[in-house]
């Protein structure tokens, strides 16, 4: 009888038990890992994310993951109308990781519940089975909108170990301890204590096979692009373009990547969702007056260029001329409004590496173009002001590309090298080009090409003009451009001028734009523009008169 009584008491426990151990697992929420899937990357460090994860069968608490640090009111939960959430939040929860213990105080952490022998800097030494690790507790942070609200404050002193020995327990800090001796097998990891911001919520209605979307605006994930022009035939150059992809957000696992060409306006991107839990609410509340969280550093790239002169000739001269990258032709990429999308499939790209992707190599017309550009020499104060160098100085003119962009897709303003035969000519900023569209890009300045300026005074009128309390004098102003072509081949130059006052004359007639700047000074100012062909060995000359007021 006493011996089915004690049958029954412990099969009540048992039963307990298992209720109890059931009870906690259904309270656990099931974890929806979710994965990239789709990345959309702008060149300025930000990337437009679309995770996918499975939801659970049936309802219960769920917790979602991992959640990134979104830009503000870009972090949407996309699922079909067969489920519905309830209470979704975010919080810190704990996070615990099993890792090697590399120190006496992990090792005798980690080894509670184990007999040693550990060891003092004076030889002493203490025999015992580890009762406990203590330390001291987080303290709790105080609520600044609840002065009611009861704080505890941490623990005083610090970490301590206490043995349980022959004589008594003994309690001593775990830096005085030089060795440890195992007096049974020892675990050699730790348990790792931390904390991650996570999304919970209660799944109320759901159905098998359901998928949660997850899509967000974040930093930390960007490309640059780089193009290549082959300029070895005449005519027609071969255009190859690659673009480097940065990522320092998680691993990429097969992914869809569109690279993103245009300039989309993302006014909150610098200020992180509150749902991310990086700044309390004073904190968030500044961010929106100052357009940007303070756990946040902008990180601008920029493209840095070099003046290179080469000798062509001697270039040519050189043996082994490497192959040019041949990348096949462009992909079909998407429009949407404004932005074009590029697409890459399968892009698989661990975390703080840098990829490098070949996107396309396709022909295209060019021509040689040699610029020279004059500054207007009248400041905004009206006053005629020129660089110290003498009148009748060599200017620089420039040699470069004009591209027809000949193809069905954009291209987006990068660094451009220009090979000839194998060798570098230059390198230099490719502009936002559209389909149809034009771009000029420079190589190098051209040394076989000489071009000089001189501006002579021919008339003055002293007080010409009284206005506002000022005095002017109206001066006619003639302007010489000399250029000359030392090269074996004909060339054509585009000269242009900005001039400050009344153009009067032009020979040879240039184009003359009014341009809508200082629209309140006195003078008007216009950019005059030639198209100068000059034959081989060939020299010419433009003149120009124009007249101008200036304060005196």
Do not use: C
């Amino acid at each position: 009888m006493r011996r089915s009584s004690l049958q029954l008491v412990s099969g009540a426990v048992a039963l307990a038990l298992s209720t109890l151990v059931a009870s906690e697992i259904l309270a656990a929420p099931a974890v929806v890992n979710t994965r990239v899937s789709r990345v959309a990357l702008f060149k300025n460090g930000l990337a437009f994310f679309i995770r996918q994860g499975e939801l659970p069968a049936r309802a219960g608490p769920v917790q979602v993951g991992p959640l990134p640090a979104a830009s503000h009111g870009t972090l949407w939960l996309s699922f079909s109308p067969a489920v519905s959430f309830a209470n979704l939040s975010t919080g810190e929860e704990s996070a615990l990781e099993q890792r090697d213990a590399v120190s006496i105080p992990e090792l005798l952490r980690a080894n509670v519940g184990k007999k040693v022998r550990v060891l003092f800097g004076s030889n002493d030494s203490l025999e015992g089975l580890l009762k406990a690790y203590q330390r001291p507790g987080k303290p709790s942070p105080p609520n600044p909108y609840l002065e009611a609200e009861a704080r505890f404050l941490p623990q005083p002193g610090s970490e301590v170990v206490i043995l349980e020995t022959e004589s008594g327990m003994v309690a001593f800090p775990p830096g005085s301890v030089s060795r440890i001796i195992f007096l049974e097998t020892p675990l050699l990891q730790v348990t790792q204590e931390g904390s991650r911001v996570s999304l919970t919520g209660e799944l109320v209605k759901t159905a098998p096979n359901q998928a949660l979307t997850v899509s967000y605006l974040s930093k930390g994930l960007t490309w640059a692009p780089s193009y290549v022009i082959d300029v070895s035939q005449p005519k027609q150059g071969l255009l190859s373009a690659k673009a480097e992809i940065i990522n320092e957000v998680e691993d990429l696992k097969d992914v869809s990547v569109d690279l993103v060409t245009g300039y989309p306006y993302l006014q909150f991107s610098d200020i992180v969702s509150p749902l991310a839990r990086r700044e309390n609410l004073t904190a968030f509340l500044n961010a929106l007056g100052s357009g940007s969280s303070s756990d946040r550093s902008r990180r601008e790239y920029g493209a840095l260029t070099q003046q290179v002169m080469y000798n062509v000739g001697e270039m040519r001269a050189m043996p082994a001329q490497p192959t040019m990258p041949g990348y096949g032709t462009a992909a079909t990429g998407v429009t949407a409004e404004d932005l074009f999308l590029y697409p890459l499939q399968k892009v698989t790209l661990a975390r703080d590496h840098t990829g490098y992707y070949p996107l396309f190599s396709e022909k295209v017309a060019y021509e040689h173009v040699y610029e020279w550009e004059i500054p207007d020499y009248v400041t905004e104060q009206e006053q005629y002001r020129r660089t110290e160098q003498p009148q009748g100085t060599p200017q620089v003119v420039w040699h470069s590309l004009r591209l027809t962009n000949s193809t069905q897709l954009p291209w987006t303003t990068a660094p451009a090298e220009t090979m000839l035969e194998g060798q570098i000519l230059g390198q230099a900023m490719m502009p936002y080009t559209p389909p149809g569209g034009e771009a000029l890009v420079k190589i190098t300045q051209a040394t076989s090409v000489h071009a000089a300026e001189n501006e002579l005074e021919t008339n003055r009128e002293v007080n010409a003009l009284q206005r506002y309390g000022y005095s002017y004098d109206r001066i006619t102003v003639e302007g010489k451009l000399l250029l000359h072509n030392f090269k074996d081949e004909a060339v054509t130059v585009k000269v242009t001028k900005t001039v400050t006052g009344e153009v009067q004359t032009s020979t040879p007639e240039a184009k003359v734009d009014k341009l809508a700047k200082g629209l309140r000074a006195e003078n008007p100012r216009s950019r005059l523009t030639w198209e100068i062909p000059l034959a081989a060995g060939a020299e010419t000359e433009i003149t120009y008169l124009y007249r101008v007021l200036i304060r005196r």
